[in-house]
């Protein structure tokens, strides 16, 4: 059993790919057979397997999510950190918050198109934390 962490730079809202080093990761711990557990230590991003070849599916996702829960709603009252806040803790709620990825022969067993993702719903720039587990 391995614990680590990764973190994970954001350029604003939007799916940040970063599937490389979760690979690296798993391979760092030995290989083997198991289960890669991910989890995002955020209330305002989340996690997503999702296509990695064509950006525009991407894009689809996002302008989809951004007009199912829009900025600037009447109905929000925690708006003290600005008309992004709210949107993004709701659209952390109807994501995930932790993936499982099977691991055969230290290689996660994903799909040919698929990649590991970080959904910022904020538009600030930094790093996110996410806790890993195989």
């Known amino acids: 059993m391995a614990i680590g962490e990764v973190q994970i730079p954001v350029r604003g809202q939007g799916l940040h790919e970063f599937t490389d080093q979760v690979n690296d990761w798993v391979r760092e711990q030995g290989g083997g057979d198991g289960l890669c557990t991910l989890f995002i230590q955020h209330t305002s991003a989340s996690l997503l397997i999702q296509e990695n070849a064509d950006p525009s599916a991407r894009e689809d996702l996002e302008n989809w999510l951004n007009r199912l829960v829009p900025e600037n709603d009447s109905l929000y009252t925690h708006t003290l950190e600005g008309p992004d806040d709210m949107p993004a803790h709701i659209k952390a709620a109807l994501t995930a918050t932790s993936l499982s990825i099977p691991v055969q022969a230290g ?23 996410v806790i890993l587990h195989f």
């Open 107 to 129: 290689r996660l067993m994903l799909g040919t198109w698929q990649g590991i993702y970080l959904w910022e719903h904020r538009h600030h720039r930094g790093r996110r934390r």
